[in-house]
């Protein structure tokens, strides 16, 4: 059913091909020629300091044109700054993964004061203002956490609510299946029952809302790079980019629309590839 989709099909080539970037960053960029750190001043106007020649300065030595005041070559940056959003992106959406399944899980299974705590806390998450709490903790934090890793852990903190709300509804409705009722007849544990009745039926569920909050991590790790509170400096980043481009847009705009682009890209073959996904793995589901 999912080759027949032809969104799906454009979504997850897209996603293949920027994965393949993200792997490949510092490949790649020796190909170019250029690495996302080295300054180029001759690729500047000395008395502006902006990129020389058109379009932001795209030439065949610099296929996406350069940055203003450092020379740094764009192409690089956009490469490497897929690497960065990649790595951020799936590894707290990964954290969001286990905290949600194990807690949404717990919650069904259990039921009780355990399903009435997890129930209160994820409308507490839910109603959270969970970004002006990040830009809090980004602040503040101490500068020996490395920032990447720090970012993976807050995201993916704040990320679980939704992912346990989905795991605990298809729970309910396990636990209520005659083969969950058997194991726990003959003895299983609540673990064994998890790991061995429940885990596999939920794993249609988890893939398909993983695929769908990988893209907006990637965003939200982009909004708060926009916000200087991301990826420090130099290290590349989309969102970065997009904030230093606000104030060249006028006269260098490649430096907006290549990342933005990326950016775009990105998010559009995530949800487009996620949407076919849920389609080709709910059995009630038609073919769009």
Same mark, same amino acid.
């Given at each position: 059913?999912? %080759?027949?989709?032809?969104?799906?099909?454009?979504?997850?080539?897209? @996603?293949?091909?920027?994965?393949?970037?993200? @792997?490949?960053?510092?490949? *790649?960029?020796?190909?170019?020629?250029?690495? $996302?750190?080295?300054?180029?001043? +001759?690729?500047?106007?000395?008395?502006?300091?902006?990129?020389?020649? @058109?379009?932001?300065?795209?030439?065949?030595?610099?296929?996406?044109?350069?940055?203003?005041?450092?020379?740094?070559?764009?192409?690089?940056?956009?490469?490497?700054?897929?690497? =960065?959003?990649?790595?951020?992106?799936?590894? /707290?959406?990964?954290?969001?993964?286990?905290? #949600?399944?194990?807690?949404?899980?717990?919650?069904?299974?259990?039921?009780?004061?355990?399903? %009435?705590?997890? =129930?209160?806390?994820?409308?507490?998450?839910?109603?959270?203002?969970?970004?002006?709490?990040?830009?809090?903790?980004?602040? @503040?934090?101490?500068?020996?956490?490395?920032?990447?890793?720090? *970012?993976?852990?807050?995201?993916?903190?704040?990320? &679980?609510?939704?992912?346990?709300?989905?795991?605990?509804?298809?729970?309910?409705?396990?636990?209520? %299946?005659?083969?969950?009722?058997?194991?726990?007849?003959?003895?299983?544990?609540?673990?064994?029952?998890?790991?061995?009745?429940?885990?596999?039926?939920?794993?249609? $569920?988890?893939?398909?809302?993983?695929?769908?909050?990988?893209?907006?991590?990637? #965003?939200?790790? +982009?909004?708060? /790079?926009?916000?200087?509170?991301?990826?420090?400096? $130099?290290?590349?980043? &989309?969102?970065?980019?997009?904030?230093?481009?606000?104030?060249?847009?006028?006269?260098?705009?490649?430096?907006?629309?290549?990342?933005?682009?990326?950016?775009?890209?990105?998010?559009?073959?995530?949800?487009?590839?996620?949407?076919?996904? !849920?389609?080709?793995?709910?059995?009630?589901?038609?073919? !769009?």
């Amino acid at each position: 059913m999912l %080759r027949r989709d032809r969104w799906a099909l454009a979504g997850a080539v897209t @996603v293949t091909v920027i994965g393949f970037v993200a @792997v490949f960053a510092t490949l *790649l960029t020796t190909i170019a020629g250029h690495d $996302p750190y080295t300054y180029d001043s +001759a690729a500047l106007d000395p008395a502006t300091g902006q990129p020389a020649g @058109v379009l932001g300065g795209i030439s065949g030595d610099h296929w996406f044109g350069v940055e203003p005041l450092t020379g740094r070559d764009l192409f690089a940056i956009v490469v490497h700054g897929t690497r =960065t959003s990649f790595f951020i992106g799936i590894a /707290s959406t990964v954290v969001s993964v286990v905290l #949600g399944v194990l807690v949404g899980a717990a919650a069904g299974y259990l039921g009780g004061w355990t399903d %009435r705590i997890v =129930t209160w806390a994820v409308d507490v998450f839910l109603g959270f203002p969970y970004l002006v709490f990040m830009i809090a903790i980004s602040m @503040v934090a101490p500068p020996e956490i490395p920032k990447p890793l720090l *970012l993976i852990v807050v995201i993916g903190f704040f990320g &679980w609510p939704g992912i346990a709300r989905i795991v605990r509804a298809q729970t309910l409705t396990l636990k209520q %299946r005659n083969f969950v009722a058997a194991a726990r007849t003959l003895g299983a544990g609540p673990w064994h029952v998890f790991r061995t009745e429940l885990l596999p039926n939920l794993w249609a $569920p988890i893939i398909v809302v993983a695929t769908l909050s990988v893209p907006s991590r990637i #965003g939200l790790e +982009a909004a708060l /790079s926009f916000l200087g509170v991301g990826v420090p400096v $130099p290290t590349p980043s &989309w969102g970065r980019s997009i904030s230093e481009a606000i104030q060249w847009v006028g006269t260098d705009p490649m430096l907006l629309i290549f990342p933005g682009l990326a950016l775009f890209l990105t998010t559009w073959g995530f949800n487009v590839f996620g949407d076919g996904l !849920r389609d080709a793995l709910d059995p009630k589901s038609g073919v !769009r």
